[in-house]
């Protein structure tokens, strides 16, 4: 290897922090460490910047973003380096320096990829992970405000909080989920009846391309700004910022819980919901979790239905509402709670409400290991499907399984399928989000549960969307297929890619083709280009 005699010192440098810390590299590591040695230039930011294996400070750098302990096994493959810029010129470095030595590049934000691929890869990786991306700047008077991609839904609502009780942003419940993964995909919560996706209130985005350009909403053009909202994430480019439009909330808004197990009727009142829920008014979010739990006979378990939900006003409307339009859920005013709109996120986060400062805190809740499936149903399940379905519940798998399943209608029923990536709009009455999970020490038997969300998963075929069966992208399931590490057709990728994004898919694949055409960012499940250079040369 011969490297220019002017540019030693840098590099010199990371051989010392290598060689102090025993770490063993092959030829192209060497490379690649060397290229982006040179660009960092100094010793101090690289030490900051640049973590290889065997750093002391590796792994838990590696860790800090993992929330899905399936992935963080002896044998889960590992990126060689983990790289955390500082400023933007480092994540053009790691972008050159990556292309350059044929390394692939996992971009991270906040790391909650249910299939691990913001840090996993089975071909040799880097992960360029943007937890030192995170200011959020919100503008209260023109209400907007701009997040930076590796700040978390929680960070986010935080700082609009400290500045208004009366303006929100409508994104997801978990407040440790990123901004970069989360609006790539869509991003739904609480407030998606009234406002729609995280995704339909992005009015600008600040972007670096595969050739290092840093491009905004005017100069990627319409087509990538639609792409990048909801297409999926590393796809189209690393996504630094985010502009987006904030939306208004009343100071009080109430909030409440209704258990019913399957002695208290859970099953014929889930089944009346389906035929209520997505045409309430949109000022009301309403939520079904089906789990196991203990029942009121000593040593037995029941299945229960947990209705949850908020609405943008006081507690007496809730009531009437309710009890006019859902009697029969029983909703009472000991089931209600008023407060804020960031004290819902807290509710709503299964966070204790004492202090909002907990948003800030990123390990407030267990990670676990979990798989996670999710499905859309357009008809209602008959009474006997349902009752199949929380009988799966009583399996001994299920003791950490959750069936997620927000009402849809509202304002999702007013944006066309095609105004983004994300299609699943109009004639959705719900969408289904089954997690299971397991601890970390269980991993040697995480078969047993993926096959039990699989069986479940097959359980529920005639009672949900077909042709295709459609997918939230955002609860990405690689059983629906997966892309090969190099070249990938269209058919190919069509049976994962129609599920995620119907027709869209098709425009998805041209705007992909346009701006990256040799496909450097890529994942099992990315869009892949029309005609790739692999095809080319006849693979
Ligand atoms: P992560 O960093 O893992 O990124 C996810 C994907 O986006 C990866 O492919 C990654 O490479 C890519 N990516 C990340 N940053 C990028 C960037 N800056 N530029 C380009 N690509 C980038 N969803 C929802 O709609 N509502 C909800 O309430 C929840 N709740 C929830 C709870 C929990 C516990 C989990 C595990 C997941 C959710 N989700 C969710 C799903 C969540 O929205 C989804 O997993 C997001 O992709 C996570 O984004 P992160 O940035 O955290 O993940």
Redesign the pocket.
């Known amino acids: 290897m011969k490297f220019p005699q002017f540019s030693m010192l840098p590099f010199l440098m990371v051989v010392v922090m290598l060689s102090l810390s025993g770490t063993t590299l092959s030829h192209p590591h060497w490379d690649f460490l060397h290229c982006l040695s040179l660009r960092l230039a100094d010793y101090s930011t690289i030490s900051k910047v640049i973590y290889v294996q065997n750093n002391p400070s590796y792994s838990s750098v590696l860790n800090a ?1 993992i ?2 302990t399936r992935f963080s096994t002896p044998a889960t493959p590992k990126p060689f380096a983990i790289i955390t810029p500082l400023k933007t010129s480092h994540v053009r470095s790691t972008l050159y320096c990556s292309k350059k030595h044929g390394f692939q590049l ?9 299939e ?4 996993v890869s089975e071909v040799p990786f880097v992960i360029l992970d ?1 937890l030192n ?1 995170r200011a959020i700047k919100v503008d209260t008077k023109n209400e907007v405000a701009w997040v930076q ?2 700040a ?1 839904l929680g960070e986010l609502y935080y700082a609009i909080a400290a500045k208004t009780n009366t303006l929100a942003f409508p ?4 407040h ?7 609006f ?6 609480t407030l998606f009846r009234k406002y729609g ?2 995704a339909d209130n992005i009015i600008d985005a600040r ?1 670096i391309d595969v050739n290092g350009r840093i491009l905004d909403r005017k100069s990627m053009g319409e087509d990538v700004f639609w792409a ?1 909202r909801g297409g ?9 910022a985010w502009k987006i439009k904030l939306v208004p909330v009343p100071a009080v808004v109430t909030v409440f819980t209704v258990n019913k197990n399957l002695e208290q009727n859970a099953t014929k009142i889930f089944h009346r919901w389906q035929y209520i829920a997505h045409k309430l008014p949109d000022d009301l979010f309403m939520n079904v979790w089906i789990t196991k739990v203990n029942s009121s006979q000593v040593g037995m378990k029941t299945v229960q239905a947990t209705f949850r939900g908020m609405l943008l006003g006081g507690v007496d409307e809730l009531i009437a509402l309710i009890q006019d339009k859902f009697p029969e859920l029983g909703l009472a005013e000991e089931n209600c709670n008023e407060m804020s709109w960031i004290e819902s996120v807290l509710y709503f986060g299964g966070l204790p409400l004492q202090s909002v400062d907990i948003l800030l805190d990123k390990n407030a ?1 267990p990670t676990l290991s ?1 798989k ?1 499936k999710s499905d859309y149903v357009k008809e209602p399940i008959p009474e006997s499907g349902i009752e199949g379905l929380m009988s799966m519940f009583l399996e001994e798998e299920a003791d950490n399984a959750v069936a997620m399943i927000p009402a849809f209608g509202g304002k999702m029923d007013d944006i066309p399928e095609n105004e983004l990536p994300y299609p699943h709009r109009a004639g959705n009455l719900f969408e289904a989000t089954y997690i299971v999970q397991w601890t970390k020490e269980e991993n040697a038997e995480s078969g047993k549960y993926i096959s039990w969300s699989r069986r479940l998963y097959s359980y529920m075929t005639p009672y949900v969307s077909k042709s295709p069966r459609e997918a ?5 399931d690689l059983d629906l297929g997966i892309n090969n590490n190099d070249y990938t057709s269209y058919e190919q990728a069509s049976i994962w890619g129609f599920k995620y994004f119907k027709n869209n898919f098709k425009r998805l694949v041209q705007v992909k083709t346009k701006v990256d055409p040799m496909n450097f ?1 890529r ?1 099992e499940q ?1 869009i892949p280009p029309l005609l790739s250079p692999w095809k080319k040369k006849g693979n």
């Open positions: 973003s929330h899905n996992r971009i991270r934000s906040g790391g909650h990829d249910v691990g691929l913001s840090y943007l991306f991609s590796g978390t994104a997801g419940m978990c440790t989920v990123g901004a970069g993964g989360h790539s995909g869509g991003g739904y919560g996706l995280a972007m990048i999926g994430g590393n796809t189209f480019g690393i996504v630094l809740l979990l996670a939230y992208v955002n609860y990405r960012f994942n990315s």
